[in-house]
T-cell receptor, first 118, second 115 residues
């Protein structure tokens, strides 16, 4: 079974600075999908960024980018120019390719709580 | 933007009682999921639902759990005889289902407290 590990329970960053959240995973599959979800306090989890394992190029979405190291099974999230609104719980998630019965569930890490200091 | 909505936001129930958690997925989505998060632990998959039947379930999803989509809009999770260890945050999610790269859309969650 696949596992996802987020080794940083809590992180903090000064406003306008850059922070990197780490995520490693364990799998024997060669094709899969990786996601970062953000959960603000008392709000829904929303997708931040995703990466397909077959793509070598790292995904970017505005201030958010990933460092995907397939051989090392590492998928870190970099937040540039941090803003107060970035304060949230961040979850790394893994998804296997679809199986005969349809789409597969997400496997989550325990999350990293990010605080942004003004 | 359409959202997944869950009710209630907080449910307090006596051990041994039945509880039903409700979710309204996004209307054109085809796959539905329940996850749970026990305090301080990972978000864990419970069950996925497609075409009016369970498509996959985890070891956690034993006989005390059931899901249904009774009226084409609501998606419910029933726990028949609750135990203390069922206390957790329960998240519903839905997705379009056209590709595994598509995100799952989550509700705010229901906090279930078993006394």
């Amino acid at each position: 079974a696949q596992t996802v590990t987020q080794s940083q329970p809590e992180m903090s960053v000064q406003e306008a600075e850059t922070v990197t959240l780490s995520c490693t995973y364990d799998t024997s599959e060669s094709d899969y999908y990786l996601f970062w979800y953000k959960q603000p306090p008392s709000r829904q989890m929303i997708l931040v960024i995703r990466q397909e394992a077959y793509k070598q190029q790292n995904a970017t979405e505005n201030r958010f980018s990933v460092n995907f190291q397939k051989a090392a099974k590492s998928f870190s999230l970099k937040i540039s120019d941090s803003q107060l609104g970035d304060a949230a719980m961040y979850f790394c998630a893994y998804r296997s390719p679809p199986i005969y019965s349809g789409n597969t569930p997400l496997v989550f890490g325990k999350g990293t709580r990010l605080s942004v200091i003004a | 933007e359409p959202e997944v909505t869950q009710t209630p936001s907080h449910q307090v129930t006596q051990m041994g009682q039945e509880v039903i958690l409700r979710c309204v997925p996004i209307s054109n989505h085809l796959y539905f999921y329940w996850y749970r998060q026990i305090l301080g632990q990972k978000v864990e998959f419970l069950v996925s639902f497609y075409n009016n039947e369970i498509s996959e379930k985890s070891e956690i999803f034993d006989d005390q759990f059931s899901v249904e989509r009774p009226d084409g809009s609501n998606f419910t999770l029933k726990i028949r005889s609750t135990k203390l260890e069922d206390s957790a945050m329960y998240f519903c999610a839905s997705e379009l289902g056209t590709s595994a790269r598509q995100p799952q859309h989550f509700g705010d969650g229901t906090r279930l407290s078993i006394l």
